[in-house]
């Protein structure tokens, strides 16, 4: 990792082998042919089932080009972030991390990470310390801004801006919360595209567990819009929906498994998950019920793609897909959104498009991102 002219700080805040589903057969990779609409499928509607299969080739495409900003502000000088995170152990939010660093390098400014360790106790006291150090600006990284109310008042009566990532439901600037801007792709077509994936992967038959974690809004709502896609394929049955904390994935995600095998067993062919840890914790239970990590259950995560996630996809190791964050390119994107802020400039409005990850078109990659952003921001900023 650069840290060039960044001065990158680092705050810690204290405070089976199963058979499949009667009937159900293993869809065709997605991505080999535009599907030809015909009988309805196990009870999933033809046109249903057709337009889930051309909505997942459409998005395997790899090499997608820049569609981002072009234009915008130059450079402001020597400005410092510090980013609120929910808990480093989330890989996705320190993901993004590793892009807001490597972006400040660039445009020479100073990053300050301050971990919140998944309680809302440790969140606040790192927002608060945020706000005493007197911040150019603050992420609030991968939690719900409602947890910190009293010091999202605090740092608007500073007038220091606030960039979200992952933070409300929406991409984009939020007046409630106050948020400059809000780094995400597009809750709907993620939760839509994951679940497009399960009836084209199974020709319309599945029988499915969502993992989630209410505790956050943004998840909560993820995996409720999951449902609502599984829902419009009647022979796609949701089995469970297995609400486990993030922080807690270690612990509880193995115990989860090991009592939904027991419970579905064969019934249990496909998994979304609202981020990809689940998976990690789930391979153990797995692996010891003698499950083979390139059979059912068929997982794919909505979210965050991190590169342990790419590597047990190539590897075939309990995780058949991702619908992966650019991680790297939106912690760029977070300091060109700072850096409108500072000029006065209104936010980008750039939302990145939507990626599914196989085997098939991983390409041996840890990680997904459009191409070309680096020289594009580093275009716009003069650098």
């Not at 510090?82 to 100073?110: D, K």
């Not at 595209?193 to 038959?205: E, F, Q, R, T, Y």
């Not at 297995?242 to 009592?259: F, G, L, W, Y």
Request: net charge neutral.
């Amino acid at each position: 990792m650069k840290r060039g002219a960044a001065t990158v700080l680092a705050a810690v805040v204290l405070a089976t082998a199963g058979t499949a589903l009667d009937g159900c057969q293993r869809g065709p990779s997605t991505g080999t042919g535009a599907p030809v609409p015909g009988p309805s499928v196990a009870g999933c509607p033809a046109g249903t089932l057709a337009r889930a299969k051309a909505d997942v080739q459409q998005a395997e495409q790899v090499d997608v080009p820049w569609n981002g900003p072009t234009s915008g502000p130059g450079a402001v000088p020597d400005r410092t972030i510090v980013y609120v995170a929910q808990t480093m152990t989330n890989p996705g939010v320190a993901g993004v991390v590793r892009g807001l660093i490597e972006a400040a390098t660039v445009i020479g400014w100073s990053v300050r990470v301050i971990d919140g360790q998944g309680t809302p106790a440790g969140i606040q006291a790192a927002f608060g310390q945020a706000v005493n150090l007197r911040a150019s600006g603050i992420v609030i990284g991968g939690f719900d801004p409602g947890l910190t109310s009293q010091q999202v008042a605090q740092a608007a009566a500073a007038h220091i801006p606030l960039v979200g990532w992952h933070a409300v439901a929406a991409p984009g600037p939020s007046t409630n919360p106050p948020l400059f801007s809000n780094i995400t792709t597009s809750v709907e077509a993620v939760a839509r595209l994951s679940a497009d994936w399960v009836i084209a992967d199974s020709n319309g038959n599945a029988g499915v567990v969502v993992f989630t974690d209410d505790s956050v809004p943004f998840a909560r709502n993820k995996s409720q819009l999951i449902k609502d896609g599984l829902a419009t394929c009647p022979g796609v049955r949701l089995l469970s929906s297995e609400n486990i904390p993030i922080p807690d994935a270690s612990s509880r995600t193995p115990q989860a498994v090991s009592a939904l095998l027991a419970r579905f067993q064969g019934r249990w062919t496909h998994s979304v998950a609202i981020n990809d840890l689940y998976f990690a914790d789930a391979a153990p239970a797995l692996r010891a019920a003698g499950r083979p990590g390139n059979g059912a259950p068929y997982n794919i995560a909505a979210g965050d793609g991190d590169p342990s996630a790419f590597q047990r996809i190539d590897s075939r190791q309990f995780q058949a897909a991702t619908v992966p964050e650019p991680l790297t390119e939106q912690g760029w994107q977070i300091v060109d959104e700072f850096n409108r802020a500072f000029s006065h400039q209104p936010a980008s409005g750039y939302v990145a498009p939507v990626h599914i990850t196989t085997a098939a078109n991983s390409g041996g990659a840890t990680s997904w991102d459009p191409v070309g952003y680096r020289q594009a921001y580093r275009t716009i900023w003069g650098r």
